[in-house]
């Protein structure tokens, strides 16, 4: 039995990590095959590529996944830790699981990973009142997944193997991803920036990043296998190379990847700390980037970005800010904002305001803050009431929300580049998204899902645009 640390999970060792390629005991290959298997997944991109690599080493052990609990032999939870909201619904989850348990399925094997898995509170919670789950791995273990299930489908006895110490960095991960045209692609793992508020750095371990070549290699893949579009993914994505590169960052890596043809190009999540003037220029310059870069402010207040341990003040923020715009034609900047930290006065939360109006941001994900376990903010006293910071919310959410269908409008009678993703809810229309990340519903003869689209913007809401194709620009 392994349990998490958080003193082991926090320390910084600069030494170098060993690049291994994954393999599976043969002896376990299809070892299950008849057994069903129900995966949730909760949290970000992140842990959504996750799933697509527990997703292709449970069908390797001959798994099948269903899409209904019920009908599970196994049912594994990928959790997330960033804010309370996801942990809760985990652990609701888990109610829901030990009634089929206890009362309609006693066989059915019951698993955590992910991040709350990487929690100490959240593993000595599992211990004493959650005996009916099997088995927790972490995050820095995942490619042991095979061989604990198989631990766990033959044994009683609770598993608990969570490192709090990132191990060798696993190339050649199977994956079933799980959209055919659009993929995720780990450059990064990782966060040394310890912002106050956060847990990530102890649940995803110091910043390890994967070799260019076998990046590039991915990518290549990917476009002969008819994919339009990959997504760069990293917990501080921006930082990518400085642990094992001398002048080569994410601007060059992201030249690079646009040089392999393939038609569109995302990354996140960005750290305004490290956002180097070569992205911008790389952006910019080459089409296959997409002009959409998000951006968390967290706050529009100096005093209060200092307490979150930012690394950078408001005037700094809007000096990047304003070099993006500047720089780069037609790009649209989202962004994430929390309310109600502890300290904040309304005097700080006006300064958020404030800039919210003055940046009108083309999206953003705001929060009330969220106390998270052993990070440093949950120490500080907090004396703004739960009804002030939800007040707080809705006043933000009145500015923002404005500026989203204010630059909405703005697009429409244009025409906008879309890969269609599928048949939307609304009849007889398909939905994609713009190369500016935007949601449009479109109406059109002889689409398919991974045409590209020329569509004309036809109106305008605060959460999505509607349209109609013109041209289907390109197929694969």
């Known amino acids: 039995m392994n349990l998490p640390d958080y003193k082991e999970a926090r320390k910084r060792e600069k030494k170098d990590y060993k690049v291994v390629n994954y393999e599976i005991d043969k002896k376990l290959i299809h070892k299950f095959c008849g057994k069903t298997y129900f995966l949730k997944t909760y949290g970000c991109q992140m842990n959504e590529h996750d799933s697509e690599n527990i997703a292709a080493m449970l069908e390797s052990l001959g798994f099948k996944r269903v899409d209904n609990y019920m009908d599970a032999d196994l049912a594994l939870l990928n959790t997330c830790s960033i804010r309370e909201n996801a942990h809760n619904k985990a652990f609701g989850m888990l109610g829901r699981l030990k009634h089929v348990k206890e009362n309609l399925k006693k066989d ?10 990487q929690e100490s509170g959240v593993v000595e919670d599992i211990l004493n009142h959650y005996q009916f789950v099997n088995f927790v791995f972490g995050t820095h273990n995942i490619n042991e997944l095979p ?83 990959v997504t760069l993914l990293g917990q501080n994505v921006n930082a990518y190379g400085k642990d094992i590169y001398q002048d080569y960052g994410l601007g060059e890596l992201l030249e690079e990847v646009s040089k392999t043809n393939i038609h569109r190009i995302r990354f996140m999540t960005s750290h305004p700390w490290d956002f180097s003037d070569s992205m911008i220029e790389k952006i910019a310059k080459y089409e296959n980037i997409m002009p959409h870069i998000h951006l968390p402010i967290q706050s529009g207040s100096s005093r209060i970005l200092k307490k979150m341990g930012r690394r950078y003040t408001k ?32 005097e700080d939360f006006l300064e958020t305001l404030d800039i919210c109006k003055y940046c009108q941001f083309d999206n953003a994900f705001t929060f009330i803050f969220s106390k998270r376990e052993n990070t440093p903010a949950a120490k500080l006293k907090d004396t703004t009431t739960k009804e002030e910071k939800e007040e707080r919310l809705q006043r933000l959410n009145e500015v923002v929300n404005h500026y989203f269908l204010e630059n909405n409008k703005k697009l429409v009678g244009k025409t906008v580049e879309v890969l269609t993703e599928g048949v939307s809810n609304k009849p007889g229309m398909y939905y994609g998204y713009t190369d500016t990340n935007k949601l449009i519903n479109f109406t059109g003869e002889g689409i398919k899902v991974g045409d590209m689209i020329k569509v004309e913007v036809t109106d305008a809401k605060t959460w999505s645009l509607d349209g109609c194709a013109k041209v289907v620009t390109k197929s694969r």
Do not use: W
């Not at 009683?156 to 696993?170: A, H, N, R």
């Not at 649940?203 to 579009?229: A, F, H, M, P």
């Not at 800010?321 to 904040?344: A, L, M, Q, Y």
């Open 108 to 117: 059915l094997v019951v698993g955590i990973c992910g991040c709350m898995a």
């Open 147 to 229: 061989q604990i299930v198989f631990d766990a489908m033959k044994k009683e006895e609770q598993i608990i193997e969570v490192y709090s110490k990132e191990g060798d960095l696993m190339e050649e991960m199977p994956v079933k991803r799980d959209h055919p045209h659009k993929a995720y692609v780990n450059i990064i793992y990782g966060c040394d920036k310890f912002c106050t508020y956060c847990i990530v750095p102890f649940t995803r371990g110091r910043e390890r990043s994967r070799r260019k070549e076998d990046i590039l290699k991915e990518v290549e893949d990917l476009v002969k296998e008819g994919y339009q579009e």
């Open 315 to 346: 005037e700094e923020y809007l000096t990047l800010f304003h070099k993006i715009k500047k720089t780069i034609p037609n790009v649209s900047i989202s962004t994430d904002i929390i309310v109600g930290f502890p300290g904040e006065e309304e």
